[in-house]
């Protein structure tokens, strides 16, 4: 079961999704450009330790993280 993560100001939301369902891959893509649109940044884990951005959706991958933009002043 594939898993997105979406941080926010609120904490965290998941959404789960099988990836071997074409439902449910067109749902979590629909999200991860809902998400992107948003100005969040996508990255998917690779490796303990390793984590990278990502700019298209990865069907493939088995955990995405969504955090939104820094605000500075």
Avoid: C, W
């Amino acid at each position: 079961m594939a898993m997105q993560i979406v941080m926010d100001n609120s904490g965290d939301s998941r959404h789960f999704f099988d990836n071997a369902s074409a439902d449910a891959l067109a749902e979590a893509e629909r999200l991860f450009l809902e998400f992107t649109g948003k100005g969040y940044t996508a990255a998917v884990r690779k490796e303990p330790g390793q984590v990278l951005k990502i700019t298209s959706f990865d069907p493939i991958a088995e955990e995405t993280l969504f955090f939104p933009r820094l605000v500075g002043g």
